[in-house]
């Protein structure tokens, strides 16, 4: 029985055919490289709730919430069994203005310029502790890290401004501890 041949045109055609179908198959999906090696052969990790040491309720949940999160997308999430376990506390929380605004000067020959902050930080400081049963596979003491937030004059418009301060900061401190897992 004699095979029909194949022009190379045909050829090229279901190439193209085949990669456009695979192209069309992966809409949606995002493939990102897993994060680095965890410290002593560690795949795996749960991420039990933080404890706060701080006034601020709240925040542990969050930033659990942002590192179960961060080692899901690294590569390193949980996923029912792990091999090791991030234990953390959240050690203190604070705001302190970061510049002040150009005020007027003060009228009535008074020498007291008014306190104006024209943009605060909020500071948070974290330490945890990679472990494996009663093994200490890695550890981060205080790591602090801060995010600016612009003040105003209404208390809630504060307040919300400051809370997505802290929003943006468990974000970043779970990317950071999970770089800093990787790299020990």
Do not use: W
Request: hydrophobic content about 45%; aromatic content about 4%; proline content about 7%.
């Amino acid at each position: 029985m004699k095979r029909p041949s194949r022009s190379p045109v045909k050829l090229l055609r279901l190439l193209l055919a085949a990669a456009l179908a695979g192209a069309v198959g992966a809409c949606g999906y995002r493939f990102s490289a897993a994060g680095g090696p965890l410290p002593k052969g560690a795949v795996s990790v749960q991420v039990p709730t933080f404890r706060n040491r701080t006034p601020e309720a709240g925040f542990e949940a969050l930033l659990t919430h942002e590192l179960r999160e961060e080692l899901e997308r690294t590569g390193h999430g949980a996923g029912g069994s792990a091999d090791a376990s991030l234990d953390g506390v959240v050690e203190t929380i604070g705001a302190m203005p970061l510049a002040l605004k150009a005020a007027p000067p003060a009228t009535g020959g008074s020498s007291l310029v008014p306190y104006n902050p024209g943009l605060y930080q909020t500071v948070v400081t974290v330490s945890v502790k990679l472990v494996r049963g009663a093994e200490l596979l890695a550890q981060i003491d205080h790591l602090q890290l801060t995010e600016p937030y612009l003040p105003s004059d209404d208390l809630a418009t504060n307040e919300a401004n400051r809370r997505l301060a802290l929003r943006r900061l468990a974000h970043a401190l779970a990317k950071e501890i999970v770089q800093r897992l990787a790299a020990q």
